[in-house]
């Protein structure tokens, strides 16, 4: 019955996540302005140059060069085969605008995707540390009179979710937001996993 319980808060969980994403795509693509899609682009380029330099910008752009291909080349594609829409000049012109806008939205959640890619070298030996550490916290409590915290445990499955959503939200927010997130994300999730890990039950 319990598991029963835990298997549908999982769907609930992701069924939120897919009805905010899809929702606030469809607002996102229909009413942000191209403008603000390429200043994000520009502001967050300028911060990785700035932090890191241009051979991190390289790096990135060429993890999602293909990507970026593909979705300029099926943007001009849609263009060129569509010499109207529905036939009157205003509603034309609003969806041309919208077509580039989201080919733009789209260039800025590529290149946090390869962010995000940079950031794994650092993100991967931090989680397994913390869940290491936090598995051998477990072994040596079977053998001590500490108790397992089942409140600890299930709020560091709260907040691996709460980051995890934030960290997807992030990336598909057309608003700047400083690269430090990552890190900081890491570090949160690394800390829940260690807190989810280290107060597991013992009789498990």
């Known amino acids: 019955m319990a598991s ?3 298997s549908d808060g999982k769907h609930s969980f992701a ?7 899809l929702f606030g795509s469809l607002l996102i693509a229909a009413l942000v302005p191209e ?5 994000v682009r520009a502001k967050e380029q300028a911060q990785i140059v700035s932090w890191l330099g241009e051979d991190t910008d390289q790096w990135i752009l060429d993890r999602i060069f293909r990507w970026l291909e593909t979705v300029n080349a099926e943007a001009g594609n849609y263009l060129e085969q569509k010499e109207s829409f529905v036939g009157k000049p205003a509603i034309d012109q609003w969806m041309v605008h919208r077509v580039y ?11 946090r995707m390869g962010m995000l890619i940079l950031w794994l070298a650092f993100a991967l030996p931090c989680m397994l540390a913390a ?4 598995f051998y916290q477990r ?20 907040m691996v979710k709460l ?6 939200l992030w990336i598909f927010m057309p608003v700047f937001i400083s690269i430090i997130i990552a890190p900081v994300a ?7 996993w260690w807190m989810w890990m280290s107060n597991m039950q013992k009789r498990l």
């Not at 069924?15 to 994403?21: A, F, G, Q, R």
């Not at 806008?101 to 290149?111: E, G, K, S």
């Not at 890491?186 to 829940?192: K, L, N, R, V, Y």
């Open 163 to 168: 980051i995890s959503m934030l960290m997807l």
């Open 139 to 158: 072994e040596i409590s079977k053998a001590s009179f500490t108790s397992q915290s089942p409140v600890r445990h299930k709020a560091g499955l709260e």
């Open 15 to 21: 069924s939120i996540i897919l009805i905010i994403v």
């Open 101 to 111: 806008a989201i080919t733009i939205w789209a260039h800025v959640i590529l290149y």
């Open 186 to 192: 890491i570090a949160a999730g690394s800390f829940a």
């Open 131 to 134: 869940f290491t550490d936090g």
């Open 4 to 6: 029963k319980k835990s």
């Open 35 to 39: 403008q603000t899609f390429e200043a």
